[in-house]
């Protein structure tokens, strides 16, 4: 059962324009209430270990719970809903603080309180 917080490998698709794309690790930011119900379609965030410094991105380093191979960053900016057949693989969890960072960013975003 998926977790908030999971790294999931995710066919993300064609990308147009500046989008992410393609196969990427990606962070489940779905509510777990939500995730408890099986939705068949969840909210994540791709992560990238391209570095760009934006305030939009977390920064997330690699660990035994996460399983990230290098430095990485989610991309808060290019959240999205997803079909759950487009997760590929589970990898790890970024864990509670990582995630509150995260939805934080996310509710920075879009303008609500965390």
């Given at each position: ?7 999931v490998d995710i066919d993300l698709g064609v990308p147009e ?92 975003i879009l303008d609500v309180d965390s």
């Amino acid at each position: 059962m998926l977790q908030s917080g999971d790294i999931v490998d995710i066919d993300l698709g064609v990308p147009e324009g500046r989008e992410a794309g393609f196969r990427h690790p990606a962070v489940v930011v779905t509510a777990q209430r939500i995730l408890d119900a099986e939705p068949s379609v969840l909210q994540v965030v791709p992560v990238t270990t391209t570095l760009r410094g934006f305030h939009s991105e977390v920064e997330i380093e690699p660990d035994e719970t996460n399983l990230l191979e290098a430095v990485s960053a989610a991309q808060c900016q290019h959240i999205r809903s997803v079909a759950r057949q487009r997760i590929l693989a589970g990898r790890g969890n970024v864990g509670v603080v990582a995630l509150s960072q995260i939805r934080d960013v996310i509710a920075t975003i879009l303008d609500v309180d965390s």
